[in-house]
């Protein structure tokens, strides 16, 4: 049972702090699901957790042990992150077998007769360069290696960019069943949202360089209202509620809700009482966060 666990993560780049203080804790078997604007720091807190670039501040550990400098920890993890084929330089230039042949040597458990069937299936031609491929088989690469690295926490970020619906389909039918199978820990970072919310069992958002929100997917959901009708209506609803993304409409406005326990909804107000989507109480929670 592999468990990573951050405390404190710092990160600045000249004036700007990315990650204010980041404290996390990932559970073994589970699937993940991370969310946040562009530039909130996703991808800056992953390369931190697996090690590939260094924190200001703070640490990270699997199983207690430093994952910096440590192979140990570090053989429990991979990280497979979207690849830019802008460049023809260093890896880019290389065939996609000699990608997959080095990608073998960094992972122990390495299942090879799944990378290859993962190479077959997505039509992956071994012999093309990375730099040529076009933005959706340059995810396909990024899934296969992430899926055949057999790492006991698989972290993948933007994996379904460029993938039509039915690959996207496809990949995260993948991963639950991989889950059921190994008990393998999952964290996917992504903007494509709504399809990805009944996968996540867990889902995080990422806001102001601090982990804002990281709870059950369903459990936030059902806690969650949109509420409308006329202000005062909605307001007299809302008292002493958390009120997100409030939105005028003349005498009338809109606003969302996080339900904590014990808070219920005002009775004999006035108003309307909907449920929302993952995507929408992601907007309506970081939807007007600056980056």
């Known amino acids: ?28 078997g589970k699937i993940y699901g991370l969310i946040g604007r562009n530039g ?26 430093p994952v910096w400098e440590n192979r140990n920890a570090l053989d429990k993890l991979c990280f497979s992150r979207e690849i830019n084929s802008m460049s023809i330089l260093g890896p880019n230039n290389l065939k996609i077998k000699e990608y997959f042949r080095i990608a073998k040597t960094f992972y122990p458990n390495w299942d090879e007769e799944l990378a290859e069937k993962l190479i077959t299936d997505f039509g992956i031609k071994p012999k093309s360069k990375i730099h040529k491929l076009s933005k959706g088989m340059l995810s396909m690469v990024t899934i296969a290696i992430g899926m055949a690295s057999k790492a006991p926490i698989t972290i993948l970020d933007e994996p379904v960019a460029g993938l ?9 039918r993948m991963v639950i069943e991989e889950n059921a199978e190994t008990g393998r820990t999952f964290i996917i970072s992504t903007h ?3 399809e990805a919310a ?13 982990i804002f929100l990281k709870e059950n997917t369903q459990d ?3 806690r969650s209202k949109h509420i409308t009708g006329l202000s005062e209506e909605v307001d007299k609803a809302c008292e002493n509620l958390n ?18 326990d014990g808070e219920n909804i005002k009775e004999g107000c006035d108003v309307t009482i909907q449920p929302v989507s993952l995507q929408q109480l992601f907007v309506a929670v970081c939807g007007r966060e600056e980056v």
Do not use: W
Not at 164 to 172: C, G, L, M
Not at 205 to 210: N, P, R, Y
């Open 192 to 194: 494509i949202i709504e």
């Open 220 to 222: 936030i959901l059902e």
């Open 40 to 65: 909130a720091g996703k991808t800056t807190l992953l390369s931190i957790l697996t090690a590939q670039s260094p924190a200001n501040s703070g640490e990270v550990r699997v199983d207690g042990e």
């Open 1 to 28: 049972m592999s468990v990573l666990e951050c405390k404190g993560i710092t990160k600045r780049y000249k004036d700007k702090e990315v990650l204010k203080g980041v404290d996390l804790k990932i559970e073994q």
């Open 198 to 210: 009944d996968v996540f069992e867990e889902v995080m958002f990422l806001k102001d360089g601090v």
């Open 164 to 172: 039509d619906v039915v690959a996207r389909e496809d990949f995260y």
């Open 243 to 260: 009120v997100y993304h409030e939105e005028n409409m003349g005498r009338s406005k809109g606003v969302t809700v996080i339900l904590n």
